[in-house]
């Protein structure tokens, strides 16, 4: 088999001295680590620690009052949020702190830096693995005129993909269509390959019909936010290059994931983001629909009650889930994220319940180690309630399904074509694990956790 990979892919060899190299990383974060607590003890000014802390805390309070309660109490929660770390820096400002804060802000920052870097050398992450294919001889690829604001319009997608020998179908908005149906007709007919220009939630029902019939599948970054693309390394500024695929092009093998018999390629939500989603204003106003329905969702007096199991496991009335395809490389709420890997063979769940101020400054100060996320893997979630039918968000598609819903994942089930040539996927920060730092810095064994695969691990770190 021809195995490639984009520059980005490569990873360590593997050697002893990607091992040397990571405790020595290690050893270089504690070193950085202590300096960041020599600078505060050395200038006998605690209160810098003290005071960030402080200030992070209040924000995350503030930040919780704006969300969950409407009229007065949301303008004074949104005017702490603010004014804390505002007023954290004007004190170090005016008490001559703030030299001391930057030295320290600064080692900190230097030690996360190498921590992670460490990790990642210790993990040796592999890259997902390609294997040359004839090109396709009756391609077809289904057209969304309208997604990402007109992107296939804009980038003469149709023209170009006509040029190269595929057949195009422009789905006909106005006489609602149904991607399924004609991905099936146009296998009926002969196509050897199944392509999307449009959002998630099109390549996702696309896919399902290329996996069922064994075919490859192409996508081309034309929808707004371009996930899946992402994942897969793709280039999401110029959607046209994905018809290199067509001429020089190299399959993956990734999984798929599977909703109560729908397909979906990133991912499947429950709960408060499921329930906002439902609402017909929410695609024309996000925020402003967001915001109306948070205190009443937060506060329990809205929306459905879950019951939660991954693989047996019960997981703590969280009001809000998600279920990806692959578990993400942080399950940080505050932060963006990635998947390292589409053929993992496992689901991520990441479940959230913050029930007032105090769990909220938790949550802003801890990230995902906060005591109200849990983030783990499993290959199958149940989510059940008392209501026949729940909201769910598939692939940011509003939905409602029948309980229970269950969420599993489909194995190497996707052949998809890439080019040979595309950006790569970008780099995803691991999780920083101090005690595991630690350990390595003083060359002991890692934790049993580190010797198993990513995927029978809650936190991954690729």
């Known amino acids: 088999m021809d195995v490639t990979r984009t520059r980005r892919e490569r990873e360590p060899d593997g050697s002893g001295r990607d091992i040397g190299r990571a405790r020595a990383l290690a050893r270089l974060a504690l070193l950085c680590l ?51 770390p505002v007023g954290v820096l004007v004190l170090y400002a005016v008490s001559g702190l703030w030299v001391v804060a930057i030295a320290a802000l600064a080692s900190w920052t230097a030690a996360l830096a190498c921590a992670r870097s460490a990790l990642r050398r210790l993990r040796k992450p592999h890259g ?54 004609l991905a099936r007709q146009a296998i009926a007919e002969g196509a050897d390959l199944l392509g999307v220009a449009g959002g998630d939630g099109t ?13 490859p599948f192409m996508l081309l970054t034309a929808g707004t936010r371009n996930h899946f693309a992402m994942d897969l390394g793709l280039d999401r500024e110029d959607p046209a290059t994905g018809l290199d695929a067509l001429t020089d092009g190299v ?25 906002i989603v439902q609402s017909p204003d929410y695609r024309d ?47 940080d709420p505050l932060g963006g994220g990635r998947r390292p890997r589409l053929d993992d063979g496992t689901l991520g769940v990441i479940a959230v319940r913050v029930e007032g101020p105090a769990q909220a400054a938790e949550v802003v100060l801890l990230g995902e180690w906060a005591g109200g996320i849990t983030s783990l893997t499993s290959r199958e979630v149940v989510v059940e309630a008392e209501e026949e039918l729940i909201p769910v968000a598939v692939d940011g598609e509003a939905l409602t399904l029948p309980t229970p819903v269950v969420c599993t994942v489909r194995p190497g089930a996707l052949r998809v074509r890439v ?11 691991p999780s920083v694990d101090w005690r595991r730092v630690l350990r390595l810095a003083l060359g002991r064994t890692p934790f049993p956790s580190e010797k198993k695969t990513a995927k029978n691990q809650e936190h991954s770190d690729a």
């Open 251 to 275: 399959e993956l093998r990734i999984d798929l994931g599977d909703v109560s018999g729908r397909p979906f390629v990133n991912t499947v939500s429950f709960g408060t983001y499921a329930e």
């Open 419 to 429: 080019p040979r040539h595309r950006p790569g996927a970008p780099y995803a920060a």
């Open 203 to 215: 390549q996702a029902l696309v896919a399902g019909v290329a996996a069922e019939h064994g075919l």
């Open 34 to 84: 202590a300096g960041a607590v020599a600078f505060v003890a050395a200038a006998g000014q605690w209160a810098v620690l003290v005071l960030g802390l402080v200030g992070l805390a209040l924000a995350g309070a503030g930040l919780w009052w704006a969300l969950a309660h409407r009229g007065p109490a949301r303008l004074l929660g949104a005017l702490l949020a603010v004014a804390a």
């Open 128 to 181: 997902m693995h390609s294997r040359s294919s004839r090109p396709p001889r009756r391609p077809v690829i289904i057209m969304n005129p309208r997604s990402g604001a007109g992107k296939v319009g804009r980038y003469g997608l149709v023209e170009r993909a006509q040029r190269l020998g595929a057949r195009v179908i422009l789905l006909d908005l106005d006489s609602d269509p149904d991607p399924v149906a």
């Open 285 to 331: 106003a996000k925020a402003a629909t967001a915001l109306d329905q948070l205190p009443d969702l937060l506060a329990g007096e809205a929306g459905t009650a879950l019951e939660v199991r991954a693989d047996g496991r019960e997981l703590p009335a969280p009001q809000a889930v998600l279920v990806s395809n692959n578990p993400y490389a942080r399950a």
